[in-house]
């Protein structure tokens, strides 16, 4: 820039602060739940520190409130009699232990302290440090002077209050100006008897000396007589019981004002109930000596005056706030403790003013406008004006402050009324705040069911936003304060916490208009950043022009204007010409600024002329560029980083596309001013230049009146079906260029599926005819356009777009008068009364008859009210022909019932509103149609109520109420009203009972409850209505124990008062859960409710609050957790000794400090409970828990387990010990003995002699486990050491991802959504098997890769289904079709698992384009796979796939996981296949079975012990130029095994499909003597055993080491029988044997007396050999890097667990699973197990068998059950479960990083989709894609089109006519050749 400078730290700062993610404009930043209860709040420490007061205890937290530090300071022993700790005197009275209840709280910061003032010591208070609460700086209770001593009331309720501000009185000192509530002897709070010496020296209001130069002086105060005091005198006190609320200091004008309530009495004993006081702080106030205030002449200056809010004097203030820019103090009122409040403002100005003219009043006119405030018994005797001298007047000062004439506190006897802000639709506000932003007053208002709502308003009132409310769960405290910071946070007090709420979310706002338009001050508009942020958001706000407000308005929005504002795609892209308007920093300065369009850039040039500036950012188009609405971007360059300040948009457009939009008609938006185009008449085109078109007869832009148009209809519209259709246009300028009538270019375009002649008729009309047109619906409209014969693609401008409705009268019409209804709308239908159907006129050759009588099957309802006003419905059949036959034709029992024309349907329904009945009476309800009438019966009645139950509720709502009379379901409509303006909302009712349940009420009052049927006034009828009662909510007072364990079920006391006509109560811990009550309380009595406590969901902290839910009252309360109680029996429970069959248990518990009775623990054994149960408690916190328990006759150990159970919890501790047996034992034990030992004599010998052969069987069984263990630490320590060589150097020739034989995008995106189609592609027969002599071909053909392809039907029918096709194309981006379509296919009861998996995988293929559009689609459908999942078991959702969705999933997440997979997890998967293949070819593989030494699966494990020598051999490959290699085989390696080894090594790096086949290959010996041998596997010299013949091996030819092979290709010759004696390289399995014959056909003798089983320890040295490269793969699954966070996974995690909470779901096993489901289940165990979709390689069935070990290693670790193992668990499960917890530990922290992630925005989420869409876009063949959807269209068209029907936004979205237009389109009679594509 040109003069500025603006780094690029700050710029970047901006741009990140105006990102922060926001999606409410109140949001709960923070808060923090507070064990004891709140009182007071103050803000302003260090660092934005906040501090809490509550009962006993002061918080200091965080500006996030984090905790910092907890100060307890009571409760203590102490009286209200008692003098503070500094007094030596004795206390005479008892001291009790007392709660400590803050008073005050203040925040000093210029000298780092806090004032804490609590109600003991007689108010005293400490002075603590800012930065450390817990440290003292000062002690008002240990200083001898009583003045400084006591500061705040002494009583603990809350109407005993105190107030105070920090004021600056002289020279800088500061000062306190505290008010007190008196709390002595006469006053309200009064309780003891006695001498109270506090209250008599103490004064209400008082300046208090606040300088720490001066410590011994602080919160010292002067006598009233020196001006720095107020007292009332002990006789006024009684009437002066005053509470303060708040007090607002204004320094500009050295005003302090307070607020507060008398609550003394009723108003006429006293002047108001509320009052606004006022005094002046200007007189000499301290003395610099010794600190002491001396001056400020506080009574002289106090005035104070009463306050009313909607002309109310019984009023109290609940809360009051001042706003200090507009002087205005805002208060909320309330009537009565349970009244409803109102809020209101007051001008501190007028107030001024009013003081001011008061005083000056009685000063010189005598005007006794005010009166002395009666405080001392001189009061009386002084009389306020009469000392004033005539004529004299007083100044400014002393009229506002008062002068030596009047030097009394005064009181002004006009009350000032206040400004309604809101009436009583605004709840029970108990808290207000208020702030100024740029001249907009913001509202802060909070409520007693915990509602925190804004508002903004203008000065006059005038609401420019909308409410907004944000909840908080339990009542608002009066005081809310702002951060002195940053006035758009406010921290919040309620009852159970403190939350800190950001009232401004601007970042929600996308553009300049929607950010000062909102109506939210705090939103500007950040030019430079191009964002609405926070003013302090915008730190180039400092720049001229850079920050618009709502000051300036949104006219004053930065706009960028460009000329041309469209472009042509045919022409060079000219120069823009830039114009800038609105609020803009300097643009000329900014020397730095481009333009970008379409990702290319241009330097804006600055001009003087028609514009301000110039670019051109494109100079030549792509060629193939689309017509598109595009963006200009202009930026500007800041520190080498270009910020986009200004857009607009810019229309690209190519007129050839107007020539055959149908949309519009063609030639007249050809000519649209916007476009530079032409229309070249003789071709119907549209041209960009006049030399484009062939003929000279062109029209240019403005001449769109000249355009060839049908205007309308010569003839008439309607035509019946089957029949020949002609139809007359009337037409303009269609003739302009001449042509012979034999060759008339046109012909007729009817509807999408048929074409007719064109005839001219003369210069203005043409004739459409076309025969048998027919329809199968009711009637419908087609459009009726003229096209070009030669291309029917091309339309004539047809604006009115003119229709014909084509009908068919068989139809549709069931009876006569619906039938002939149809001929006024011009439907020639008559009823054909011989074959009683409906026909087309001419082809009824029956003579008209008249229609039978009218006849009614339903009524509803049956009886009405005598008021009238019921709506009946009647119907049936032949109910009139339209509606002037029935018009004042239907009464009842002679009362006209008068029809309402709207909902009248020709024949079959009637609806009419009945009219006033004067009696009661059954009567008929009559019909009369053309003479011919129909009766049924209906009643009128008069409803009645005769009781109502029960009568009262409270004033929360919520209360169930029955409503007993007599025909209570008569009518139509019932609405139960209160009052004017509320109901009770029904939730059923029948003849007898009306059930409703109460809504909330802001008032506890009597209210009218009505009855109104049918919209009668319920309230002026006798009998129908009662009166019922709202009485006040009902109020917890705390919970008894306020602590219980995890899972519930603790019974939880509540007290309080006001629960008897509470009827349904219940407690949740989780406030989404909140209306749903489950296990309900259990009310005792009005001050009692028993509870079980909620179970806590694993997520939430121990420490947490419960919601108490008493019917339509909700209160949050302060609760505890802590983990679930352990029980442990005790291994030394005996049986009692006492008791002859009782046994004593012993059990060990530990419950912490829950301190559970012994009634909460049941504990049983079998089904006998334990008795006489004792606790002790014993050290480290545990309880040692006896009890005896009878022991049934026939006790044994397993038969009586032993069961806990406390609360919801229950354990199982395992059966019952037995040390010591009871007496009626012993017989049974003496004979059990004897037993024992007569067996031991008899088999002690036999015994003797199998232990001696068990030890020796045992020595040898010893000794080969040892040599085995031995044998397998030596195979894996060699097998560890050759397999890190071989790897190292494979790693180091793979250099990066080169030699990693990846497979293409395309291929993999087809191998994972159509593996089943892959499969049947690759399938070879067995003849093309022996034939293959190349390569391995592993690229699919297929028409979806195939961009080419074409349907393929005849030439004919081409256009006509391209053009359906297209349509169909169309729909499927169209959100509501496809969702409907898909939900209505899954709901077909033979659309199969394959169907929708195919479906799904077709429509993923045709979005491959549009990912954005396939994640909306996405979502919507599994927001209802959650919806229903969670309705039934959630845990299963998405756990297989059998739906379209979760295939769909399948497919998205491997879309995005692509470039994951290939640049993260590629490298590290790839060594792991190549590490197993390697290692399973390492040793002996059975070529027959494929079974070998070294595996991971059980079942692919060679059980024998195969003897295997290695060695060395050189092998040549002959005619591939490459030198020979030094390969390891194994002695007993098949041939082909051979080859195969010789291939791997040669073709190391190069992909499978570019290998040749070992099938196709030779491998020949090179003796030493030079001769040649061609190895084979079998050939004549091979050996048989047991009838099978053996392969032949490197052994069986007596291949030594060293020796030389060689490579080289088949003679084509063997295939044409050359060598007929050659065996083929196929192997008959079943008559061949590689390694060891099958066990049941060995010899005997040669059968292994070796357990099989002892091989298994071969898959641990398999496993320990592997185990590198596993732990690799699953940490490169699950871990990530930071610079490219997984957004897929974000994205998805994200939306799992948004959509779990809404749906209540809190467990978080069940989100885990979900998680789990979706991508490691779904994405990376499908991968796991199919590596072929990735690589180019071929998975073999061992291999395959090795990956699912590992995939369900990968499983285990997913899941968030323990593993419980044993001797009899697979294999597959055992091999990793040492690993396993390592695994979970890894999955795990995945989830928690993810979840840390910053949550992504929409716009991210699309950017992303549309960055692949971009590059993948054209992968498939969209127009496959779509015809294989359409097959299933054609499947299920009725059930389709049925379901459009039904949706009422498709019908509004046209949805089924355009489906059925497809349909005709495709499969129309004219294409029956084409439906096929």
Not at 1028 to 1033: A, C, D, E, I
Not at 1325 to 1344: C, G, Q, Y
Request: net charge neutral; aromatic share 6%; proline share 4%.
């Amino acid at each position: 820039m040109a003069g500025k400078k603006m780094s690029l730290q700050v710029l970047l700062i901006s741009i990140i602060l105006s990102w922060t993610p926001s999606s409410i404009s109140l949001y709960l930043s923070a808060s923090r739940v507070l064990e004891t209860p709140s009182r007071l709040l103050s803000v302003g420490g260090p660092n934005g520190s906040v501090y809490v007061g509550c009962v006993n205890q002061v918080y200091q937290l965080s500006a996030m409130l984090d905790l910092q530090e907890v100060l307890d300071i009571g409760p203590k022993n102490d009286s209200m009699l008692c003098h503070a700790p500094s007094f030596t005197e004795i206390c005479t009275t008892s001291l009790s232990l007392m709660d400590n209840v803050v008073k005050l709280l203040m925040v000093e910061p210029s000298q780092g302290v806090l004032l804490v003032c609590g109600s003991l010591h007689q108010g005293s208070c400490t002075f603590r440090s800012l930065h450390n609460i817990s440290k003292i700086m000062s002690l008002s209770s240990y200083k001898p002077n009583t003045k400084s001593a006591y500061v705040a009331a002494n009583d603990a309720r809350p109407n005993a209050s105190t107030v105070a501000a920090r004021v600056n009185v002289v020279d800088g000192y500061p000062a306190l100006i505290v008010a007190s509530t008196f709390t002595g002897r006469g006053s309200g709070f009064w309780n003891p008897q006695g001498q109270d010496l506090r209250y008599e020296n103490n004064p209400e209001l008082s300046l208090r000396a606040l300088n720490f130069d001066q410590p011994e002086q602080l919160l010292n105060y002067g006598e009233a007589e020196e001006g720095c005091a107020m007292r009332i005198s002990t006789d006024r006190k009684e009437s002066h019981q005053l509470e303060f609320l708040a007090i607002f200091v204004d320094d500009e004008r050295r005003f302090t004002y307070l607020v507060f309530n008398n609550r003394s009495g009723e108003p006429n004993e006293n002047e108001m109930r509320t009052a606004l006081a006022r005094v002046c702080l200007r007189g000499q106030c301290a003395d610099t000596k010794g600190g002491i205030l001396k001056g400020s002449n506080l009574g002289q200056s106090y005035a104070q005056l009463g306050l009313s809010c909607k002309n109310s004097n019984n009023s109290y203030i609940l809360s009051a706030s001042f706003s200090a820019s507009e002087r205005q103090l805002y208060a909320v009122f309330q009537s009565s403790p349970d009244g409803a409040s109102a809020l209101c403002w007051f001008s501190l100005s007028e107030v001024d003013e009013r003081i001011s003219a008061a005083r000056q009043g009685c000063f010189q006119k005598k005007q006794k406008d005010l009166r002395l405030l009666q405080i001392s018994p001189s009061d009386k005797q002084q009389e306020l004006c009469a000392g004033s001298p005539s004529g004299s007047k007083l100044s400014k000062e002393q009229a506002q402050c008062g002068a030596q004439h009047l030097q009394s506190p005064v009181v002004l006897l006009k009350v000032l009324f206040g400004v309604l802000v809101e009436g009583d639709d605004i709840g029970d506000v108990t808290a207000v705040a208020t702030t100024s932003v740029y001249n907009r007053t913001v509202l802060l208002m909070g409520t007693e069911d915990g509602k925190l709502i804004k508002r903004v308003e203008e000065k006059d009132g005038k609401d420019l936003s909308e409410r907004l409310e944000l909840d908080l769960g339990s009542s608002v405290l009066p005081r809310m304060v702002f951060d002195p910071e940053d006035d758009s946070i406010i921290f919040v007090l309620t009852t159970e916490q403190v939350s800190r709420v950001s009232i401004a979310s601007c970042d929600q706002h996308t553009s300049c208009s929607a950010c000062l338009s909102s109506g939210d001050p705090y939103c500007t508009w950040c030019t430079l950043s191009h964002r609405c942020v926070l003013e302090r958001e915008c730190l180039s706000g400092k720049e001229q022009g850079a920050l618009v407000t709502v000051m300036d308005g949104a006219d004053q929005c930065p706009v960028l204007h460009v000329n041309p504002t469209s472009l042509n795609l045919d022409n060079l892209v000219q120069s823009l010409e830039l114009t800038f308007s609105g609020k803009l920093p300097h643009m000329k300065e900014l020397l730095h600024m481009q333009c970008r369009m379409m990702g290319k850039t241009a330097q804006v040039d600055f001009r003087s002329g028609h514009g301000n500036a110039s670019c051109s950012p494109v100079s030549t188009w792509p060629t193939k560029q689309k017509p598109s609405l595009e963006q200009l971007f202009v930026q500007v360059e800041i520190d080498g980083i270009f910020v986009t300040v200004l857009t607009a948009n810019i229309t690209l457009y190519r007129c050839s596309v107007f020539t055959t939009k149908m949309s519009e008609p063609p030639c007249t938006t050809c000519l649209d001013n916007r476009w530079d185009c032409h229309w070249c008449v003789q071709t119907h085109d549209c041209v960009p230049s006049t030399s484009a078109c062939a003929s000279a007869h062109t029209l240019s832009k403005n001449e769109h009146a000249h355009c060839p148009r049908v205007v309308g209809l010569a003839s008439g519209n309607t035509t019946p079906s089957g029949q020949d259709l002609v139809i007359d246009l009337h037409v303009e300028n269609l003739f302009q260029t001449k042509v012979p009538s034999r060759t008339f270019p046109f012909s007729c375009k009817i509807g999408e599926a048929y074409t007719g002649e064109a005839l001219k008729l003369n210069e203005t009309a043409v004739r459409c005819s076309a025969s048998n047109i027919r329809t199968h619906l009711m009637s419908e409209h087609l459009s009726l356009d003229l096209v070009l014969r030669d291309n029917n693609a091309k339309f004539v401008d047809n604006a009115d777009h003119v229709s014909v409705m084509l009908y068919n009268c068989e139809v549709g019409s069931l009876d006569c008068s619906h039938c002939e209804s149809r001929q006024r709308m011009g439907q020639n239908c008559t009823w054909c009364a011989p074959e009683g159907v409906c026909k087309w006129k001419q082809n009824c050759t029956a003579s008209p008859a008249p229609c039978p009588s009218p006849t009614i099957t339903k009524i509803s309802p049956q009886l009405g009210p005598v008021e009238g006003g019921t709506l009946v419905t009647v119907e049936g059949f032949n109910l009139g022909k339209e509606f002037s036959e029935v018009e004042n034709l239907v009464t009842i029992g002679g009362v006209p019932c008068v029809l309402r024309e709207s909902d009248y349907k020709p024949s079959h329904r009637i609806v009419c509103v009945t009219g006033k009945s004067e009696n009661v009476m059954s009567t008929k309800l009559k019909v009369v149609i053309e003479g011919k009438h129909v009766v049924t019966p209906f009643d009128y009645v008069n409803p009645k109520v005769t009781a109502l139950d029960p009568k009262e509720g409270i004033k929360a709502g919520g209360t169930e109420i029955t409503i007993a009379g007599e025909h209570l379901d008569a009518g139509s409509t019932l609405n139960v009203r209160i009052d004017q303006d509320n109901s009770c909302e029904v939730t059923s009712r029948n003849s007898m009972t009306v059930l409703c349940k109460m809504p909330k009420s802001y008032s506890a009052c009597e209210v009218k409850l009505c009855l109104e049927f049918d919209g009668n006034n319920g309230c002026g009828i006798p009998n129908r209505s009662r009166t019922f009662t709202y009485t006040k909510n009902p109020i917890t007072e705390k919970l008894e124990p306020a602590a219980a364990f995890r899972s519930g079920g603790r019974n939880i006391t509540i007290h309080g008062e006001g629960f008897t006509l509470v009827q349904r109560a219940c407690m949740r811990s989780d406030r989404s859960q909140m209306y749903n009550c489950g296990k309900e309380c259990q009310i005792k009595s009005d001050t009692t409710v028993f509870c079980p406590s909620p179970a806590l969901s694993p997520e939430a902290p121990l420490t947490s609050k419960v919601l108490l839910i008493l019917d339509g009252h909700v209160t949050a309360k302060s609760f505890r957790y802590s983990r679930d109680p352990v029980f442990e029996m005790h291994s030394k429970s005996l049986f009692h000794k006492g008791r002859k069959d009782a046994v004593q248990l012993s059990i060990e518990a530990c419950y912490g400090d829950l301190n559970l009775g012994l009634k909460e623990i049941s504990i049983h054994v079998g089904q006998i409970p334990c008795e006489g149960s004792e606790v002790k408690k014993e050290g480290n916190g545990k309880h040692r828990i006896t009890c005896f328990v009878n022991v049934p006759a026939n006790f044994n150990e397993s038969s009586l387990p032993v069961w806990v159970r406390v609360g919801n919890l229950e354990m199982h501790l395992g059966a019952i010990p037995s040390d010591e047996l009871p007496a009626f034992a012993i017989p049974l034990i003496v004979l059990a003995v004897l037993v024992v030992l007569l067996g031991a004599l008899v088999f002690g010998v036999l015994f003797y002699i199998k232990n001696k052969r068990a030890k020796h069987h045992v020595q040898k069984v010893l000794m080969q486990m040892k040599d085995i263990e031995s044998q397998m630490r030596d195979e894996i320590r060699k097998g560890v050491a050759e397999l890190q060589t071989d790897m190292t150097d494979l790693t180091s020739e793979l250099k990066g991802t080169q030699g990693i034989r990846f497979l293409s995008y395309e291929q993999f995106t087809f191998r994972t959504l159509f593996p089943e189609k892959v499969e049947q592609l690759q399938t070879l027969s067995p003849h093309h098997k022996r034939r293959r002599t190349h390569t391995k071909n592993t690229t699919i053909d297929d028409p979806l890769l195939n961009k080419n392809w074409q349907p393929r039907f005849p030439d004919a029918c081409g256009p006509g289904i391209e053009d359906g096709l297209a349509q169909f194309m169309n729909l499927l981006n169209n959100k509501h079709f496809l969702v409907t379509f898909i939900h209505t296919l899954e709901q077909q009861k033979d659309f199969s698992v394959k169907d929708r998996c195919y479906l799904a995988s077709w429509l993923t293929a045709n979005m491959q384009g549009k990912l954005e559009y396939l994640t909306s689609i996405l979502k919507d459908l599994l927001v209802d796979l959650v919806e229903s999942s969670t309705n039934k078991h959630p845990k299963l959702m998405l756990r297989r796939t059998e739906s379209v969705v979760e295939k769909m999933l399948t497919n998205w997440m491997s879309l995005c996981m692509y470039a994951f997979l290939r640049d993260s997890v590629g490298e590290t998967f790839f060594l792991l296949l190549r590490a197993i293949k390697q290692e399973i070819s390492k040793g002996p593989v059975d070529a027959v079975t494929g079974k070998a030494k070294y595996t991971l699966s059980e079942d692919w494990l060679l059980r024998e012990n195969v003897e295997a020598m290695a060695m060395n051999v050189n092998v040549s490959f002959q005619g591939s130029g490459m030198d020979s290699q030094s390969i390891r085989i194994l002695e007993c390696d098949s041939i082909s095994q051979v080859k195969e080894k010789a291939l791997d090594t040669f073709y190391r790096n190069v992909h499978r499909s570019q290998c040749l086949s070992p099938s196709s290959l030779d491998i020949d010996w090179i003796m030493e003597n030079g001769k040649s041998k061609i190895l084979k596997d079998l050939d004549n010299t091979s050996k048989s055993e047991g009838g099978k013949k053996k392969i032949n091996t490197i052994q069986h030819y007596g291949i030594q080491e060293n020796a030389s092979l060689a490579l080289s290709r088949k003679d084509a010759k063997v295939d044409a029988g050359l060598y007929p004696n050659e065996y083929d390289d196929q192997i008959d399995v079943d008559n061949t044997f590689h390694m060891v014959p099958s066990a049941e056909e060995m010899p005997e003798k040669s059968k292994s007396k070796v357990l099989p089983e002892v091989y298994l320890t071969r898959l641990l040295s398999t496993k320990g050999t592997l185990h590198k490269f596993v732990h690799d793969l699953f940490h490169a699954i699950l871990t990530y890097p930071h610079e490219r966070p997984p957004l897929a996974v974000k994205y998805i995690f994200d939306f799992l667990e948004e959509q779990a909470k809404r749906r209540g779901v809190s467990d978080a096993e069940t989100i885990h699973i979900w998680k789990t489901n979706s991508l490691l289940l779904r994405f990376w165990v499908n991968i796991l197990k199919n590596p072929q979709f990735v690589f180019d390689i071929e998975k073999t069935p061992h291999m395959d068998a090795c990956l699912s070990v590992l995939a369900q290693a990968l499983i285990d670790a997913c899941s968030t059950s323990c593993l419980t193992l044993s001797k009899d668990s697979p294999t597959n499960k055992l091999l990793f479960a040492r690993e396993i917890p390592e695994f979970k530990k890894l999955v795990q922290d995945y989830y928690e990083e993810v979840q840390q992630l910053p949550p992504l925005s929409e716009q991210e989420v699309n950017s992303y989709m549309a960055e692949d869409s971009l590059r993948y876009g054209e992968v498939f063949n969209t127009k496959y894609a779509a015809s294989e959807i359409y097959k299933y269209l054609v499947r299920y068209r009725h059930q389709v089109l049925e379901a459009m029907e039904l949706n009422q936004t498709a019908r509004r979205m046209q949805l089924p006519n355009k489906l059925s237009a497809v349909l005709s389109q495709i499969e129309g009679p004219i294409y029956e050749n084409c439906s096929e594509v």
